[in-house]
């Protein structure tokens, strides 16, 4: 009898622990983000402040999401798509518009990520953090002058070369290089650039997005292309690193906030971004997160540190020759084509 | 006499016991290791544990998955073992179909599961959430514990029930005095594989889940994507230690209610 009793008290009090959890009286905002995107003391102030609960839940990639409020939405108030995935999400009738009345805060985001091309106006989004896809080299084996993307291929680094494992980041790079946009729809641009990558082939130690971090700082690898924001990271792990924003442009991403359609706390939503866009309050959150801040009246309550590191915050020259990916329709079966042909060209 | 296998067997064996649990070994000895980079080896520590048990949304997801494999346990069990002394009763033609049903879930590909279970829920317009993880875990561990139960209730035979009711026992008390204390230790073993299968699940629960039921599973993958951090290689750890010992508890229990006799290993 014993155990029946222990079992059934078990049920009632689990039972009993979910209810009481799913009972709580107080506004709830759903969050459905990247793993560690926000600083914990920004997001547990401003339950305080404006006594709500934020449910944090997290993807780990865009796809992901999409599956996930295509099949039904999900329950989610706030999600972060980045950018392509903001124009296939509009695409789709995926977003709710947002209402800037809610948003003032919205005129401290800097003039370079308003009215992006994914999204004209931010009619559905608002850019939370970006970055450019560049160089980093480590410069005890690299002592050349590295400023453009043809130093990949420079047959001194042979088998040091590191590129991220991205169709179209990479395809990008290397029409970026060739002096096409790095969204083109034409496909002998697209084979020109392909053609040029299979060159350089015979270098690449690794396609890797999820480790090349650990590959940089463990030295693995001297030169590959990554994001700013990570290059932020490494260089806090090994100082040898530089980063360089390639002369023929690069291209640029971003994550954004943005609301699914029929989210049941949308205003709560607009809340949050609003609070989020505080310049006292994003000062603090990009400086413990460590990725760049879009919002201008935010700089000075930075760090000298945080506003003097070039990697997270890009100077306008480099912001100039930078290019968004957009979405480019069915031709992204051709993008898919040549880089399956690429990568399986190199066993 | 005992036979002897081919040598090239027992090489064969050590290969695949290599291969197997290297990895898993690499990411328990690195979860100790006092550097946040993963390649070399720089002293031991358990910072990685200690940061872990600090960070609020690990200690979300694991109150997540302990309540969902709870609960979902619970009721499986409950449901798997009237589903296997169900079909006891059963006459021999509807056995092999009804078998074959109730044995689906074990086949059936975790991502079709969850991927069907999504279009249900969503054609429903029930929201997801942790109680729509909870089915979910509910429908496909009912089938292990149903296999499990369903396998002792075979071994076990009829004679001592027919005797205890011979001796005047109602069918409650013969179901309470003979037949329930046989089958336990399957009940307990059906249970254990079923709450393991729900804490280690990824696939079915990462297409069901909603808001606040990111499980440890989800977090883990959602981690790993910002960087292999030595928390995670922490975390694994404790996961893999936790499953295994409930296997190696179900395994022990399912023996020790078999008595003397030799028993089979599980079928997974």
Same mark, same amino acid.
């Given at each position: ?59 780990? $990639? ?6 996930? %409020? =295509? +099949? ?8 972060? #798509? &980045? ?98 946009? $790095? ?6 641009? %697209? =084979? +020109? ?8 082939? #015979? &270098? ?144 | ?268």
């Amino acid at each position: 009898m014993k155990r029946t009793g222990l079992l059934s008290m078990l049920v009632v009090g689990v039972l009993a622990i979910s209810l009481l959890a799913g009972c709580s009286s107080k506004e709830k905002l759903h969050i459905y983000s990247w793993a560690d995107n926000f600083d914990e003391t920004v997001i547990s102030d401003f339950e305080k402040e404006f006594n709500v609960d934020i449910t944090y839940d997290i993807y780990a $990639n865009n796809e992901d999401l999409l599956a996930k %409020i =295509k +099949a039904g939405g999900g329950g989610y108030d706030l999600i972060q #798509p &980045s950018d392509y995935m903001v124009e296939t999400m509009i695409k789709n009738n995926l977003l709710e518009p947002l209402d800037k009345n809610n948003i003032p805060n919205y005129v401290n985001i800097a003039d370079t990520f308003k009215d992006p091309a994914f999204d004209p106006d931010n009619k559905y989004s608002i850019v939370y953090t970006s970055g450019v896809t560049g160089i980093a080299y480590n410069k005890k084996y690299i002592k050349d002058p590295i400023d453009s993307w043809e130093d990949l291929w420079n047959p001194a680094y042979k088998g040091k070369v590191l590129l991220l494992d991205d169709n179209r980041e990479v395809i990008g790079m290397a029409l970026k290089k060739q002096g096409f946009s $790095n969204s083109t729809t034409n496909e002998t641009e %697209i =084979k +020109a650039a392909v053609d040029n990558l299979k060159t350089l082939l #015979p &270098s690449v130690l690794a396609f890797d997005t999820d480790t090349i971090k650990q590959k940089m700082i463990q030295e693995e690898g001297w030169i590959s292309t990554v994001w700013s924001g990570d290059a932020a990271y490494i260089v806090k792990d090994n100082p040898d690193i530089a980063y360089v924003v390639p002369k023929e442009g690069a291209t640029i991403f971003s994550d954004n906030y943005a609301i699914p359609k029929g989210a049941k706390n949308k205003a709560l939503a607009e809340k949050f971004i609003n609070y989020m866009l505080d310049p006292k309050v994003s000062a603090a959150n990009y400086e413990a997160i460590g990725y760049s801040d879009p919002n201008v009246k935010a700089m000075e309550f930075h760090s000298e540190t945080y506003r003097n590191n070039k990697m997270i915050n890009l100077s306008e020259d480099e912001l100039n020759r930078v290019e968004w990916l957009s979405d480019v329709g069915d031709s992204l079966q051709i993008y898919d084509r040549y880089w399956t042909e690429l990568k399986s060209g190199r066993e | 006499m005992k036979k002897k296998g081919h040598p090239l067997l027992g090489i064969h064996s050590a290969l695949m016991m290599i291969f197997i649990y290297v990895p898993i070994v690499l990411v328990m000895v690195y979860s100790f290791n006092n550097t946040r980079l993963s390649g070399d080896w720089k002293g031991f520590t358990l910072d990685w544990y200690v940061s872990l048990m600090k960070d609020r949304h690990v200690m979300e997801a694991l109150m997540n998955s302990l309540v969902i494999a709870v609960i979902s346990t619970v009721v499986a069990t409950l449901l798997g073992t009237i589903s296997a002394l169900s079909m006891r009763d059963f006459a021999r033609k509807w056995k092999g179909p009804l078998n074959g049903v109730l044995y689906m879930p074990v086949i059936i590909p975790d991502i079709i599961m969850g991927l069907s279970l999504l279009v249900l829920f969503s054609q429903l317009q029930i929201p997801l959430g942790k109680s729509t993880v909870m089915i979910a875990h509910i429908t496909f561990s009912m089938s292990y514990v149903y296999v499990v139960v369903n396998a002792r209730l075979a071994g076990m035979g009829r004679q001592l029930e027919e005797a205890a009711q011979d001796l005047g026992a109602t069918y409650w008390q013969t179901f309470r005095y003979v037949t329930l204390p046989q089958i336990t230790p399957g009940i307990i073993s059906g249970a254990l594989i079923a709450f393991t299968l729900s804490l280690d699940d990824f696939m079915v629960s990462f297409f069901v889940a909603g808001p606040s039921s990111t499980t440890l599973p989800i977090y883990i993958y959602g981690q790993v994507k910002r960087g292999i951090s030595p928390e995670i290689n922490a975390l694994c750890t404790l996961l893999i230690l936790v499953s295994i010992t409930l296997i190696l508890l179900a395994q022990y229990v399912l023996n020790r209610g078999k008595g003397q006799k030799k028993h089979k290993m599980l079928p997974f």
